[in-house]
């Protein structure tokens, strides 16, 4: 029995695969610390291009919009603008979009922040004594839970306060040794953050205005080392997943805008406390995929709760009828449409990101799952057309 070469090369290939993972498997510990440092070697390189592909959302639509004008011909037959200056122009606009909105967030939210941390104190106070008072009245009629109430009455004034303040200040003299070297070993992470961060910084903005160039650099590799169908169907998907996750990105910050404009135009017209801070805070949290304005709602619906209890009830009704509709109306048109993705498979994609990277994978793992399931409905459609099978 003769075999055929291409056999044979299966048969070499499939040896060398099971060597290779009989290998990986007995130095598998090695293996991992290898790729521990390998990822931490390359950590600021990966989170620049993190950077450069968020930014490159607003910066696209800046040279598509705003500067549409720069690639029309002049009187001389020249561009307006050269195309490198509308480039360096579109990110430095996008930098400063970016600040804008970082420095609107810190001032609209710290100062509310801190005036609500400042006097939640009191507040706490004063909600407890009103509930204590108000349990008191409804249960006026039964001896034994008043007298526990009136057992329960806190005073406030009764409170040590300088004990408290002298215990905190003997356990932080205990651990005065300690400091010297957390100081030390705090500096050294922060050094090691900024450095990171700068080299991150630097890589964004390099592929940021160079990434035709790269782009095409890219595809020689691809078509040099791979079959040529190979190489096609990688910058297939490649596009696939570019368009995917910037139509994510894109939509789920204007649902986060639509949904804390919402939540502050309904909070000021029923006249609440914390409107702004709330409605800025839900906007924040609703970046986080379904589970983001539950968050917001429940530190929006503990603030107003100090200050009263039937507002915060209106406030939690509230936010169930705003969660239908940007649920059932905004969500889908502005989110739901540009990813593609079923709801059930998008349930399926946050709580698999959440319990393998926490809020990364959240946000991460839509927009794959989105990607793979794109491709498996045209694996499966193509696979029923060349069997012409026609399911009902």
Known sequence: MEISRSTMKKLLLLIAFAALAFTAFQWIDGMAAALSFLAELLSPFLGGAALAF????????????????????GRGGRERLPKGLVRILSLLLTFVLVALVVLVLVLVIMPELTETISGLTVTIQSAVTRFLLWAEEQFANNPQVRQWLENLTIDWRSIDWESILSRVADFLRSGAGDVLNSTISAAKSMVSVLTSSFIAFVFACYILLQKEKLGL????????????NAAQQVIRVSSLSHRVFSSFITGQCVEAMILGTMFFIAM??????????????????ALIPIVGAFIGCAVGAFLIL??????????VVMFLILQQVEGN????????????LPSIWVLFAVTIGGSLMGVVGMLLFIPLTSVLYTLFREFVYKRLQERRIKVK
């Open 306 to 315: 100090m200050v009263s209890p039937m507002q915060a009830l209106i406030f």
């Open 54 to 73: 968020i930014l490159n959302v607003p910066m696209r639509f800046l040279e598509r919009n705003l500067f549409s004008w720069a690639g029309q011909k």
């Open 217 to 228: 650099q890219c595809r020689k590799v691809l078509f040099a080392l791979l079959p040529k």
């Open 268 to 285: 000021s017209l029923l006249r609440m406390p914390y409107a702004l801070l709330v409605g800025c805070l839900i906007a924040v949290t």
């Open 329 to 340: 109306l905004i969500y889908p048109h502005v989110v739901g449409s540009s990813v593609g």
